[in-house]
T-cell receptor, first 115, second 110 residues
């Protein structure tokens, strides 16, 4: 138990569906992250929310839309996904701020399958 | 740019064998370096870290030394156990960004 929870743990959705992934951290951190983990590829950073500032990877398609209503909760809204979006989506949190060398704590991930 | 390169897997070892997983990095500035471990069906967990040159991180019998001159952070363990079977990720942090390697799968057989 790392203090970061994710729901659902597994999700199967069609290409025309809309769904959301949820992440919650109970560690008092002020930075949260979404990663995509695909087989044989580096972890791909999708979005960062740190100290109320959002940073995004410009290569992430617009069919992925993050939302961070407060420092403890992070959502990833999904719509009109493609089969290649099937992957493990990991949420992480850490203390934020440039130059501060805090590690990340990861949730267990949501295994997404797009059919 | 910033990146991490780690050795290709999978790695298969017998119990009590010596483990080395190589990791080299490219970074601007002075990054912190990490090893994470991912057990089946779980997220990544921090294994150890080092925040400056010549620091040695250690945990659960694993060690890694931050070598600035060779830009490396190799993971070692003297005697692996079956329970060490997992995927190991090398990572660096610079500013507020983390960069991960592709992961190395380790299987330890009795």
């Amino acid at each position: 138990e790392t203090g970061v929870t994710q729901t659902p743990r597994h999700l199967v959705m069609g290409m025309t569906n809309k769904k959301s992934l949820k992440c919650e951290q109970h560690l008092g951190h002020n930075a949260m992250y979404w990663y995509k983990q695909s087989a044989k590829k580096p972890l791909e950073l999708m979005f960062v929310y740190s100290l109320e500032e959002r940073v995004e990877n410009n290569s992430v398609p617009s069919r992925f839309s993050p939302e961070c209503p407060n420092s403890s909760h992070l959502f990833l809204h999904l719509h009109t996904l493609q089969p290649e979006d099937s992957a493990l989506y990991l949420c992480a949190s850490s203390q934020g701020g440039s130059g501060i060398n805090y590690e990340q704590y990861f949730g267990p991930g949501t295994r997404l399958t797009v059919t | 740019g910033n990146s991490v390169t780690q050795m290709e897997g999978p790695v298969t070892l017998s119990e009590e064998a010596f483990l080395t997983i190589n990791c080299t990095y490219t970074a601007t500035g002075y990054p912190s370096l990490f090893w994470y471990v991912q057990y089946p069906g779980e997220g990544l967990q921090l294994l150890l870290k080092a925040t400056k040159a010549d620091d040695k991180g250690s945990n659960k019998g694993f060690e890694a030394t931050y070598r600035k001159e060779t830009t490396s952070f190799h993971l070692e363990k003297g005697s692996v156990q079956v329970s060490d079977s997992a995927v190991y990720f090398c990572a660096l942090k610079t500013g507020n960004q983390f960069y991960f390697g592709t992961g190395t799968s380790l299987t330890v057989i009795p």
